[in-house]
């Protein structure tokens, strides 16, 4: 045996090891762990359906670019948010489709979508002598409009949240969550300004119409600051993120609300788990009946090959989505490992019935059927980023899911196929292990 195939089988078999450690033990999450990342059609999850109010956005700004600014605000702040392989798309003028799997509360969902996250302050309402003026229940009022300093530019302008530079999660000093904010050279330029009158005052900072917080003013501020309340770690969460991603351009208001039940999806892993097992079983049967030795080294490939496809989507969770049509791909990918293979076996069915030797033929085989192999899988792979393409510019995502699925699984299959099938078999000719030929399915 070559030091060659003496690395390489090292290699398969450490790689072997990796993959089942991350798909092991297997669980009710099906693999691992932390289990498959599964997609709404199979986790189940939440629809939501918004419709925007594009009479209230910026005139300079069209219709398309308002929309696709909120389509991407909203991507941002799903991301924030958790929740893995969102599926965001327009439907028609003025709505937007938003799938969340696995999202189970869908409350906080909606407010952290919705929400315009529009940061502004609000002064001290002060009467003729400069008192300030109190409400019935004796709490401070603020102006309603937003307070103003005068730019950079010299124009007066409202402090709001465009001139957020950043915003952050923090803790005070007795361990209650806050917000920490910075302006921007323009936004610092007015805050501190503003600051500088209403010191030993009350400043309300207002989110979207509402009073979150009225701390008092003790020094001038320029570039940073705080916000402070009865906030939870969540809350703060989402506010933080709210402010980073800006202020949606377009109000949007929420049409239907559909939670997606996992019973269809449960169902269908059942349904393809079973179509696959029996197809399976036929596969490795025949390959074995038919190919005899070559056949059952295929099969051990195929085990390793569904193990490290299994493995990558285990680690990857984060960025790749089981759904159904990507079990569908799964199995179409599996179909041509198994193609690749029997056009190896073939071909070195052909050098042995031509009286070459054992080692000769194997190595022939695979030389000759390399272009047949390869050729197939760039054309594979072709019509992999075509339909990734198509999926993502008409927003069909399970046509994506498909693509990117069937890819990782030709990729696999091709590893396998070259470098795991032609490593068993060599190690095997120099072995001696099996040397008849009608091991090798070629009667003598």
């Given at each position: 045996?070559?030091?060659?195939?003496?690395?390489?089988?090292?290699?398969?078999?450490?790689?072997?090891?990796?993959?089942?450690?991350?798909?092991?033990?297997?669980?009710?999450?099906?693999?691992?762990?932390?289990?498959?990342t599964?997609?709404?059609?199979?986790?189940?999850?939440?629809?939501?359906?918004?419709?925007?109010?594009?009479?209230?956005?910026?005139?300079?700004?069209?219709n398309?670019?308002a929309?696709?600014?909120?389509?991407?605000?909203?991507?941002?702040?799903?991301?924030?948010?958790?929740?893995?392989?969102?599926?965001?798309?327009?439907?028609?003028?003025?709505?937007?489709?938003?799938?969340?799997?696995?999202?189970?509360?869908?409350?906080?969902?909606?407010?952290?979508?919705g929400?315009?996250?529009?940061?502004?302050?609000?002064?001290?309402?002060?009467?003729?002598?400069?008192?300030?003026?109190?409400?019935?229940?004796?709490?401070?009022?603020?102006?309603?409009?937003?307070?103003?300093?005068?730019?950079?530019?010299?124009?007066?302008?409202?402090?709001?949240?465009?001139?957020?530079?950043?915003?952050?999660?923090?803790?005070?000093?007795?361990?209650?969550?806050?917000?920490?904010?910075?302006?921007?050279?323009?936004?610092?330029?007015?805050?501190?300004?503003?600051?500088?009158?209403?010191?030993?005052?009350?400043?309300?900072?207002?989110?979207?119409?509402?009073?979150?917080?009225?701390?008092?003013?003790?020094?001038?501020?320029?570039?940073?600051?705080?916000?402070?309340?009865?906030?939870?770690?969540?809350?703060?969460?989402?506010?933080?993120?709210?402010?980073?991603?800006?202020?949606?351009?377009?109000?949007?208001?929420?049409?239907?609300?559909?939670?997606?039940?996992?019973?269809l999806?449960?169902?269908?892993?059942?349904?393809?788990?079973?179509?696959a097992?029996?197809?399976?079983?036929?596969?490795?049967?025949?390959?074995?009946?038919?190919?005899?030795?070559?056949?059952?080294?295929?099969?051990?490939?195929?085990?390793?090959?569904?193990?490290?496809?299994?493995?990558i989507?285990?680690?990857?969770?984060?960025?790749?989505?089981?759904?159904?049509?990507?079990?569908?791909?799964?199995?179409?990918?599996?179909g041509?490992?198994?193609?690749?293979?029997?056009?190896?076996?073939e071909?070195?069915?052909?050098?042995?019935?031509?009286?070459?030797?054992?080692?000769?033929?194997?190595?022939?085989?695979?030389?000759?059927?390399?272009?047949?192999?390869?050729?197939?899988?760039?054309?594979?792979?072709?019509?992999?980023?075509?339909?990734?393409?198509?999926?993502?510019?008409?927003?069909?995502?399970?046509?994506?899911?498909?693509?990117?699925?069937?890819?990782?699984?030709?990729?696999?299959?091709?590893?396998?196929?070259?470098?795991?099938?032609?490593?068993?078999?060599?190690?095997?000719?120099?072995?001696?292990?099996?040397?008849?030929?009608?091991?090798?399915?070629?009667?003598?």
């Open positions: 045996m070559r030091r060659r195939d003496i690395v390489l089988l090292a290699f398969i078999v450490a790689l072997l090891g990796l993959s089942l450690v991350s798909i092991v033990p297997v669980n009710s999450n099906l693999l691992g762990p932390g289990g498959l599964l997609g709404l059609d199979l986790r189940g999850g939440s629809q939501l359906l918004y419709e925007a109010d594009l009479s209230k956005k910026d005139p300079s700004v069209s398309e670019q929309m696709a600014s909120a389509i991407e605000k909203i991507q941002r702040r799903i991301n924030e948010y958790g929740a893995t392989e969102p599926t965001i798309q327009k439907q028609g003028a003025d709505r937007i489709l938003v799938q969340l799997p696995g999202v189970k509360d869908i409350s906080r969902a909606i407010n952290l979508i929400d315009t996250g529009l940061l502004y302050f609000r002064e001290l309402e002060v009467d003729a002598g400069g008192n300030p003026v109190l409400d019935s229940e004796g709490n401070y009022s603020f102006k309603e409009e937003a307070a103003t300093a005068e730019g950079t530019d010299g124009e007066e302008r409202e402090l709001t949240g465009q001139y957020l530079k950043s915003a952050g999660q923090d803790f005070d000093q007795y361990g209650a969550p806050i917000v920490v904010f910075e302006w921007n050279s323009d936004g610092a330029h007015l805050f501190e300004q503003i600051t500088a009158r209403n010191i030993q005052m009350p400043l309300a900072i207002a989110l979207d119409d509402a009073i979150i917080s009225a701390p008092m003013v003790n020094s001038v501020i320029s570039s940073r600051g705080q916000i402070e309340g009865q906030f939870t770690i969540d809350e703060t969460t989402d506010l933080v993120n709210k402010l980073n991603s800006g202020a949606l351009d377009v109000p949007l208001e929420i049409i239907d609300q559909r939670d997606v039940d996992a019973t999806g449960a169902d269908s892993i059942r349904k393809s788990l079973l179509a097992g029996v197809g399976l079983l036929m596969l490795l049967v025949l390959m074995i009946v038919y190919y005899r030795v070559p056949g059952i080294v295929a099969c051990v490939s195929l085990g390793i090959y569904g193990a490290m496809l299994l493995a989507f285990n680690v990857f969770s984060a960025q790749l989505t089981l759904t159904l049509p990507g079990i569908a791909a799964f199995i179409l990918s599996l041509m490992a198994v193609d690749a293979n029997v056009l190896i076996f071909r070195v069915k052909e050098e042995l019935r031509a009286g070459r030797t054992l080692a000769a033929a194997v190595e022939i085989g695979f030389d000759r059927a390399w272009s047949a192999i390869r050729d197939s899988n760039i054309t594979t792979f072709i019509a992999c980023i075509i339909l990734f393409w198509l999926g993502g510019t008409f927003g069909a995502f399970m046509v994506r899911g498909f693509a990117l699925t069937l890819s990782i699984g030709v990729a696999v299959s091709m590893f396998t196929a070259i470098v795991m099938t032609r490593t068993f078999l060599r190690v095997l000719v120099s072995t001696k292990m099996a040397t008849s030929l009608r091991a090798y399915g070629v009667k003598s």
